[in-house]
């Protein structure tokens, strides 16, 4: 079925709710690379007006991808939470926005269930920085391990302590310098530069000494295929979270070679571990709009709908932690610092009022058009927020992976602007062994109370 | 214990990331910010320099190879950027020559800018000049080296199709981190064709004089590469398990004498 807006003497067609949803998504390199952009600033507008008439029914009725053509499709519609579906069910998308504007915390996560990923991302659509910002505030997502991530006030940190060659002294090293920095409690993860079983055993053992011989409450990742955590599972390796890269349709995800059954399989794998002794918390998923049409599987659907969907993919395994690598893909998805913070808002905002533990990986490579400031800009809009947590990565140059992050002063930053708390578990933490004041701010000095506690990590 | 600032230096020493800066409040000190300034500067000068492809030809050359240069049909930096689709197809005239020179052979080797020209200039030659003796001892045909430029990693997959051979390397500039402007990423994939996904390729990244050595580069590919011929798939179901062969020291001669840098 087509759609229409009539401005003045010009009448916008849009031929379905894909390309209505693609022509009024805030412009963005991806997209026109895909060809599915609005041409004009007037269509794009025209196009925001039409999707605000239309009734969140319909696009629950009316899937982008068929039902037959993809799991992930299946997965929303087979999962969807009728009731809680029926408190927005009589609203179209532009009455949804000032719903949510209005609501309060408690409907938020009422509704959570009911809000599939086409319908979250068809609202931000028509929302401003603000709104993305106001109503994403209001949620609250709870997810437990080894401390408990995502109450009001706070904002954890991965401490992501990448070493070119893995080499286990530098990137044990990394670990010292962001912990000192009072960092590190959504999760110890690290990016192997090689893809090995042995040589993601020798990082977990790395991890676990470290987190069980300091008592520290957090879990550690090592973020490699699932397939290579399912063989360290099977060979007895100590593995807290499973990690995987998700994206919004069955075939962008066959491109990163998972299913949603392997999916299923790490997951029971890793809750049958009992590693936890909070929660049971154990995934890790990282998305990152413009995935899907890099591995040519975006069936013509705009790139932030499809990051949405990623979210869909995440939500039935009770992910721990779920962050958009929000800047990392490239200019040809996100062309600079200005479509970065939009989309770093969307994906944040999507995966909030989806129920998913969103933290943000604010981000850019050099070969985008952004710089520091514009991470300073996006790290404070996700701060207010109530983004989950962001990345710690030394000085915020990773150098493994080659881009460039948030930096371990950056939450302190954060931390002393928005009065933001660590996860309370690693908080007390920080307090017991000296290295913060009561406040839970550092304390002077240059880690002694750590270096002295801990001599082997700084032998 | 001794004084942290020596515990401070000791410890940056062991990894090249940006660690024990001291801070300024929350901040950093003013000679970090500037530093990062300056080294931003850097990389984005490094993503706009284009490929010296004669140079890169003449040193490959050397090496023994005959080289075959060809373009994508990305014919700017700039479109390269915001166009990857262009980057990955081949500009049609160049496909009659290397079909001109196609024999069968075991692996087709592509040496494509990417993302920084700088990376394959130095370390595409240092490579292949450790991987030529372990493909001799191995006995593989080798197909001529492909010098490609304005390239994207899948633009193997048609060089390798239209060379016949049975697998593609593709050397390529990664794009380029801070503290590293230089380094260079390689892409296994088997019978290489047009529409090949990421998921059916082996990386070896970070190949350069301050990471992975290219001596230990050029035994991983071999090591990847005889799994893959063997098994008959390359991918996200190969494991690299080469640093094992490596430890039990089933490494090549070519290791012994490796330098450390």
Not at chain 1, 91 to 116: K, Q
Not at chain 2, 8 to 31: D, Q
Not at chain 2, 162 to 174: P, Q, T, Y
Request: hydrophobic share 45%; proline share 6%; glycine share 8%.
């Amino acid at each position: 079925m087509a759609y229409r807006h009539v401005v003045g003497p010009r009448t916008h067609v849009f031929a379905d709710l894909a390309t209505l949803m693609a022509k009024a998504t805030p412009v963005r390199s991806g997209d026109r690379l895909a060809g599915i952009a609005a041409e004009s600033a007037e269509e794009n507008a025209a196009a925001r007006w039409c999707l605000a008439e239309v009734p969140l029914s319909e696009i629950l009725a009316r899937p982008l991808i068929p039902y037959e053509v993809d799991d992930v499709t299946r997965l929303i519609l087979d999962t969807h939470d009728a009731a809680a579906f029926k408190e927005i069910s009589h609203l179209t998308v532009g009455d949804f926005r000032e719903f949510l504007l209005t609501a309060t915390p408690d409907v938020l996560t009422r509704i959570a269930p009911g809000v599939t990923p086409e319908i979250a991302a068809a609202v931000s659509k028509i929302m401003r920085n603000q709104d993305l910002i106001s109503v994403a505030r209001k949620v609250r997502v709870v997810t437990r391990f080894r401390n408990t991530i995502g109450l009001a006030g706070t904002l954890a940190v991965r401490l992501q302590p990448n070493h070119p060659t893995d080499d286990p002294k530098g990137i044990t090293a990394a670990i010292l310098d962001g912990l000192i920095l009072g960092c590190g409690d959504a999760v110890i993860g690290i990016n192997p530069a090689s893809d090995s079983v042995q040589a993601l055993g020798d990082l977990l053992h790395l991890l676990d000494g470290l987190i069980r011989k300091h008592a520290i409450p957090t879990q550690a990742c090592v973020l490699t295929h699932v397939t290579t955590t399912l063989a360290a599972m099977e060979r007895g390796l100590p593995v807290d979270l499973v990690f995987q890269s998700v994206a919004g349709t069955e075939k962008a995800n066959a491109g990163f070679g998972v299913t949603l059954a392997l999916l299923k399989e790490a997951h029971e794998a890793a809750l049958a571990l009992k590693r936890g002794p909070l929660g049971d918390n154990c995934m890790y998923f990282e998305t990152g709009q413009g995935s899907a049409l890099s591995a040519d599987a975006h069936h013509g659907i705009d790139q932030q709908t499809l990051e949405a969907r990623a979210y869909a993919v995440a939500r039935p395994f009770r992910p721990l932690l779920v962050n958009t690598v929000v800047g990392f893909i490239g200019p040809e998805y996100l062309y600079d610092g200005k479509e970065i913070i939009r989309a770093g808002l969307e994906d944040h905002f999507c995966g909030k009022l989806m129920g998913v533990p969103l933290g943000v990986d604010v981000c850019y490579t050099n070969h985008a058009e952004a710089d520091q400031d514009d991470m300073d800009t996006l790290l404070t809009l996700l701060g207010a927020a109530g983004c989950t947590y962001i990345m710690g990565v030394p000085g915020a140059d990773d150098v493994m992976l080659n881009y460039q992050s948030t930096s371990f002063h950056d939450s302190l930053y954060l931390r002393e602007v928005l009065g933001l708390k660590r996860a309370p578990e690693f908080e007390a933490w920080l307090y017991g062994i000296g290295l913060t004041d009561a406040a839970g701010a550092l304390l002077p000095g240059s880690g002694a109370p750590l270096l002295t506690a801990a001599p082997d990590l700084a032998a | 214990m001794s004084d942290p600032r020596e515990i401070w230096a000791r410890l940056a020493g062991l990894t090249p990331a940006r660690i024990g800066l001291g801070r300024a409040g929350s901040g950093l000190p003013t000679r970090e910010v500037l530093r990062f300034g300056l080294d931003h500067a850097q990389a984005r000068d490094a993503v706009h320099a284009p490929i010296d492809a004669e140079a890169l030809a003449g040193a490959i050359a050397d090496l023994g190879f005959a080289t075959i240069p060809v373009a994508s049909k990305a014919p700017d930096r700039a479109t390269y950027l915001r166009r990857p689709d262009l980057g990955r197809r081949l500009n049609p005239e160049d496909l009659a020559k290397l079909q001109a020179a196609a024999e069968p052979a075991d692996l087709a080797l592509v040496v494509a800018d990417g993302l920084s020209a700088r990376a394959v200039q130095e370390n595409a030659a240092p490579l292949l000049k450790a991987f030529k003796p372990l493909a001799e001892k191995a006995s593989w045909c080798l197909a001529p080296v492909v010098i490609a430029s304005q390239a994207r990693v899948a633009l193997g997959d048609t060089i390798g199709e239209a060379l016949k051979a049975r697998a593609v390397a593709v050397l390529i500039g990664e794009r380029p981190g801070l503290s590293s402007p230089d380094s260079l990423g390689i892409y296994l994939t088997l019978n290489p064709k047009i529409g090949r996904s990421d998921a059916e390729r082996n990386c070896i990244s970070n190949v350069r004089a301050a990471g992975l050595t290219h001596d230990k580069a050029a035994f991983k590919l071999r090591w990847l590469l005889a799994r893959a011929l063997t098994l008959g798939l390359s991918g996200v179901t190969l494991k690299d398990e080469s640093d094992r062969a490596l430890e039990s020291g089933a490494a090549s001669p070519a290791l012994s004498d490796s330098t450390t840098g």
